[in-house]
């Protein structure tokens, strides 16, 4: 950003925590600071474009960099690494069957020795018999399908992560987001 402009000191820190995302760019030249905050999970991608992009315009930097388009190809990218990476393993290594054991062997209220406090409850998914449901501590947030992966283990990340994205809690569906939010203040 800016390769063709005059140089300046930028002090910067972005970050996130469990439902938010920031990103603080500071400018002591000119006094200035860029911050911002997203109530979401992820990789902070979209709030450190927003802020590039608003100093961008700020100090007029040459080139431009248009962030819409890197937000798609980092989307794009993303997609294709989890495929690569998580969808596509998993994928090839599950096996159909054999079932060791029923799905009602399974049902129950699982807690750790001495943790008492830290419950896991597996249940019967009533849409498709050849789930089951995984909830964490009773809480609706922490339910998962689980799909049966092979013998006696049952998965939910690709499900889990897709879900994440659809509801735009991680930075993958900020990203997407980002081409909106900056097109509507341009």
């Known amino acids: 950003m800016g390769a063709e402009s005059p140089s300046r000191t930028v002090y910067s820190h972005n970050g996130n925590f469990n439902g938010a995302?920031?990103?603080?760019?500071?400018?002591?030249?000119?006094t200035s600071a860029v911050v911002l905050l997203s109530n979401a999970r992820g990789l902070s991608d979209a709030t450190d474009w927003i802020a590039q992009d608003i100093l961008q315009t700020m100090f007029e930097f040459q080139p431009t960099v248009d962030f819409v388009s890197e937000a798609k190809k980092c989307r794009k990218s993303f997609n294709q690494w989890f495929e690569e990476n998580i969808q596509g393993p998993l994928q090839r290594h599950r096996l159909a069957s054999p079932h060791d054991r029923r799905r009602p062997d399974y049902y129950g209220v699982y807690r750790l020795s001495g943790y008492d406090r830290f419950t896991v409850k597996v249940t019967k998914h009533t849409e498709d018999s050849s789930k089951l449901i995984l909830e964490v501590n009773g809480k609706a947030l922490q339910r998962h399908i689980l799909s049966h992966y092979h013998y006696d283990v049952w998965e939910f990340a690709p499900s889990f992560v897709r879900r994440l994205c659809k509801k735009r809690i991680r930075g993958l569906q900020l990203v997407s987001k980002f081409s909106d939010i900056v097109q509507a203040t341009r």
């Open 21 to 30: 995302t920031t990103a603080i760019y500071m400018v002591p030249e000119s």
